[in-house]
Nanobody
Framework: QLQLVESGGGLVQAGGSLRLSCAAS????????MGWFRQAPGKEREFVAA????????YYVDTVKGRFTIFRDSAKNTVHLQMNGLKPEDTAVYYC??????????????????WGQGTQVTVSS
């Protein structure tokens, strides 16, 4: 079983930065693709960013391109989401997730089989 724990959320003013971290335990996750999703109140959980198992390929939703960066430290079993230029519309609970089956990076949340508990990000205007 794989456990994921997110951290790094908080309250920040528009234009500010936060770095989210996701620590994995229980299994070696270095072979798996990882993703970050977010869910705002009253909305569905949406894809934000993903990284392949090697760390060499990343993919972002258009609304965060150029502002967010996903990267991983496999030696420490962690994946991070650096968020710069935050906007009020980025306010949401952010979740990290593992896709243990796909060979390529995917954006469909139904294909991710392990999830963290989420961390709240609030961006004030």
């Amino acid at each position: 079983q794989l456990q994921l724990v997110e951290s790094g959320g908080g309250l920040v003013q528009a234009g500010g930065s936060l770095r989210l971290s996701c620590a994995a335990s229980g299994r070696t996750f270095s072979r798996y693709n990882m993703g970050w999703f977010r869910q705002a109140p009253g909305k569905e959980r949406e894809f934000v960013a993903a990284i392949d198992w090697s760390g060499s390929y990343t993919y972002y939703v258009d609304t965060v391109k150029g502002r967010f960066t996903i990267f991983r430290d496999s030696a420490k079993n962690t994946v991070h989401l650096q968020m710069n230029g935050l906007k009020p519309e980025d306010t949401a609970v952010y979740y990290c997730a593992v896709d243990s089956a796909s060979r390529v990076v995917v954006t469909d949340r139904r294909l991710y089989d392990y999830w963290g508990q989420g961390t709240q990000v609030t961006v004030s205007s």
